[in-house]
């Protein structure tokens, strides 16, 4: 038995690599995958499904379009700034409670949201959704290191990075077909019953792991620094369209965010047990994998965000059908995830990282090309080359970022794997959703203009630039049908110049993460030979 990495806390089950898999359910390597997967498909599932509803929580619940924007940014943002803090809590506690409790509020939070009537309660419980969301993803990973033999590692994390690759690439189709044919209430409800279920079976099935040199304390300042300066620096961007950009009051959450930054990198170094040991950037491949992780979601989620409102907005497509025309995307991942497994597996993560970015650059490139009239094969094409490019991101990131920090260090470094996401789907909507609303706003008066319009006031230029942003004509009601056909067309076409624009930056932040994954190189830690897990 090897007792490097973790302490077996069953004390029913003998610690022994032959023995533990033939003592029934409780414990088995591959049941523990299947429920762990279940929890994390729940949590990532979650990142996207709802962009399909936000045009329909947008109008139910009267909100505006930042306020739609903090549905996904609050839940992205508290997962980001929870995901590190929670795998210290599972070294200290044990990850089979840390999961299963994030299971449980998970579910409950879910069913809150279905429950409010206000996109304020909205917000708040998506934020506690991603908190307990957080307790899930650093937990499945701990599980699996914990469970299976070192021989069996790679191809166990291979499966559970598809498995959040295909969730975050369905969550659009499943989110299609409830909206439509339920309500944008069922997309949070749908995780109650698959809660449950995730809870009954991690019950029987998880055994408790812990570290032997777990954390005995936790560095509450240093949680403190990182959620303060990740919330300011988004709140900045959001609301920099209407303070604008050379407003003081920008500037100084910008500054804030800095601040706090520089002195959460000052403290760490200071504290015994630090949030983030500051070592582990010392390794320039899990740097790379950390880097390349935030630019992949910063191009992916943040441009996924604007694509919902054009397929239904622009298009006038029904929920599913907007759903349906994502598909090529979801195909290509469920597809391209285990073929590029296979192929890191034979040739390391750097040519299949590059490469798939350079595939996500070019599909960002090609649907700032979409105008209204866009034919569906053509978006189609758009859409699947963005799912192959990012297949081997999403399987290959975890294996540079967890192979490359030391074996005591796996639990933090697959917590700062899935933070980088969730920060760079924070920080991609908010970017280019200011990205959005800066080129909306100084075209919209212009195009206004030219079309022969009637002149608007600036209240009435504000609320109808808020509408465009979202790809909806304001159109009042009573208003002659030719008018009408006029606002429809100038508000279509100034969306797509913003969504155009946006589009074009998250290709360059795609292009930039093309010579970050060049960086990158499989860890010792991810061989056969790395050692330190025990089943």
């Known amino acids: 038995m090897t007792s490097q990495t973790t302490v077996d806390k069953a004390p029913q089950v003998p610690e022994s690599p032959a023995a533990a898999p033939s003592k029934g359910l409780r414990g088995h390597p591959w049941l523990t995958l299947f429920s762990v997967a279940i929890g994390v498909m729940m949590v990532a599932l979650d990142g996207t499904i709802v962009a399909i509803a936000n045009p329909a929580i947008k109008q139910d619940l009267g909100a505006t379009f930042a306020d739609v924007q903090w549905i996904t940014n609050g839940y992205f943002l508290a997962l980001a700034v929870a995901l590190i803090t929670a795998g210290k809590l599972g070294d200290r506690f044990g990850h089979r409670q840390t999961f299963l409790i994030g299971v449980i509020g998970f579910a409950a ?7 409010s009537h206000s996109i304020s309660l ?23 290191r914990a469970t299976f033999p070192a021989e069996k590692l790679n191809m166990a994390i291979g499966i559970w990075g598809m498995v959040i690759g295909a969730s975050t690439a ?28 995730a809870l009954v079976i991690g019950a029987v099935i998880l055994r408790d792991h812990r570290a032997e040199n777990a954390p005995k304390s936790f560095d509450i300042l240093g949680i403190l620094l990182l959620s303060a300066a990740m919330f300011c620096l988004v709140w900045a961007i959001i609301k920099a369209p209407a303070w604008g950009w050379g407003d003081g009051l920008t500037w100084l959450f910008i500054a804030v965010s800095v601040a706090c930054f520089v002195l959460f990198a000052f403290w760490e170094t200071k504290v015994k047990e630090p949030l983030v040991p500051l070592g582990l950037f010392r390794s320039v491949p899990l740097s790379a994998g950390v880097v390349l992780m935030v630019l992949m979601a910063i191009a992916f989620l943040g441009g996924l965000f604007f694509v919902t409102f054009y397929l239904q907005n622009v298009h006038g497509m029904s929920p599913i059908d907007a759903g349906l025309h994502l598909l090529p995307l979801t195909g290509m991942m469920i597809v391209g995830s285990p073929l590029a497994g296979v192929v890191i597996t034979k040739l390391g993560p750097r040519i299949p990282l590059a490469g798939g970015m350079v595939l996500t650059a070019a599909a960002m490139f090609g649907m700032s090309t979409l105008e209204t009239g866009t034919s569906s094969l053509t978006m189609s094409i758009w859409f699947a080359l963005l799912g192959l490019g990012l297949a081997p991101v999403m399987v290959g990131a975890t294996e540079v970022i967890v192979g490359n920090a030391p074996m005591e260090l796996s639990g933090v470094a697959g917590g700062l794997q899935q933070a980088a996401m969730q920060i760079g789907g924070s920080l991609g909507t908010a970017v280019l959703g200011a990205v959005m609303a800066s080129k909306v706003t100084s075209d919209l ?7 022969g319009l009637p002149p608007l006031t600036p209240a009435q230029e504000a609320q109808a630039a808020e509408a465009v942003q979202g790809g909806v004509a304001p159109v009042a ?6 008018v009408a056909a006029k606002i429809t067309s100038v508000a279509h076409d100034t969306f797509m110049s913003g969504m155009g624009l946006a589009c074009l930056v998250a290709a360059a932040v795609a292009t930039v993460a093309v010579f970050v994954a060049l960086l990158t190189k499989r860890g010792v830690n991810a061989d056969a030979s790395g050692g330190g897990v025990h089943i």
Not at 109 to 115: E, H, N, Q, R
Not at 125 to 144: E, T
Not at 171 to 195: A, Y
């Open 109 to 115: 939070a879910s069913g809150a949201i279905g429950l």
């Open 122 to 144: 909205v917000v708040t419980f998506r934020v506690l959704q991603g908190l307990f969301g957080a307790l899930l993803m650093p937990a499945a990973l701990g599980l699996l």
């Open 170 to 197: 369905g969550g659009p189709i499943l989110g299609g077909v409830l909206v439509e044919h339920v309500s944008w209430q069922s997309v949070f409800f749908i995780n109650v019953p698959v809660g449950v279920v």
């Open 445 to 451: 008066p212009g195009n206004w203009t030219e079309a």
């Open 477 to 482: 009601p009573g208003t002659p049908a030719e």
